[in-house]
């Protein structure tokens, strides 16, 4: 579990897409360098979330750190749009002693969604997102002054358009200093993942419509609990 709060900005310093090492498996890894700050309390098997997608650590040392990348998440994900060079966004996942900032994410990327529109305003930037049509049940999760994370980060929705597949997010000063967000062009993807309450309230409501228990019996069940 994590928080959407990005800790540390790394560097992609390699790209496998047949590693044979031990630590490889023979599978696509990722070698992410300049992480020492993350890496202090760092050990084999751990969970640290790149873009937002939890991975597992399978090789360290006091500045890198190497992780398995499955088929499955390349294709939900950008991170094989990635190169060396390349900055990601870092979270360890969350322990009992920090606040709860952000707000409860999985790094369980739902889809990728295309910067389509970037508009300084003040020391602020406005990035409107389009969800690919074959996507465009997913926004349904997505609400204006909802929840959601882009790459990691935890966000606010400001705008939403059901019709043209877009919501728009803005980012202020701080956090454009500390995210790799700020650095992407028009055209580039961006990995989703949205509210997962939200997935589990709208799962409650349409198991509850099709199995003809009615609205008015599940508020009563919600509220009775």
């Known amino acids: ?4 709060l990005v ?6 310093s390699s790209i496998q897409e047949l590693d044979t090492s031990e ?4 599978g696509w890894t990722l070698t992410i360098s300049n992480a020492a700050e993350i890496l202090t309390d760092c050990h084999l098997g751990d969970s640290i979330a790149i873009n937002g997608t939890c991975l597992t650590v399978t090789e360290f040392d006091k500045d890198s750190f190497k992780v398995g990348v499955a088929p499955e998440t390349l294709r939900c994900t950008n991170l094989g749009d990635l190169s060396v060079g390349s900055k990601v966004n870092l979270e360890r996942a969350m322990d009992s002693n920090k606040r709860f900032g952000g707000h409860m ?3 369980h990327v739902d889809t990728t969604v295309e910067i389509v529109s970037i508009r300084p305003e003040g020391n602020s930037i406005w990035f409107t997102f389009q969800m690919k049509e074959e996507d465009k049940d997913k926004m349904r999760y997505i609400i204006p002054k909802g929840f959601i994370c882009l790459d990691g980060t935890s966000l606010t929705v400001c705008d939403v358009d059901d019709d043209q597949r877009t919501f728009s997010i803005m980012m202020i000063a701080h956090t454009q200093t500390h995210v790799i967000m700020p650095l992407k062009k028009i055209g580039d993807r961006v990995n989703v993942e949205v509210d997962m309450l939200a997935k589990y309230a709208l799962k409650s409501i349409e198991d509850a419509i099709k199995n003809n228990k009615g609205i008015e019996t599940l508020v009563k069940r919600v509220l009775n609990q």
Do not use: A, C, D, K
Not at 1 to 4: E, L, Q, S
């Open 1 to 4: 579990m994590f928080t959407g």
């Open 7 to 12: 800790e540390h900005m790394g560097l992609v």
């Open 23 to 26: 630590s490889g498996g023979n």
């Open 105 to 107: 994410v999985q790094g």
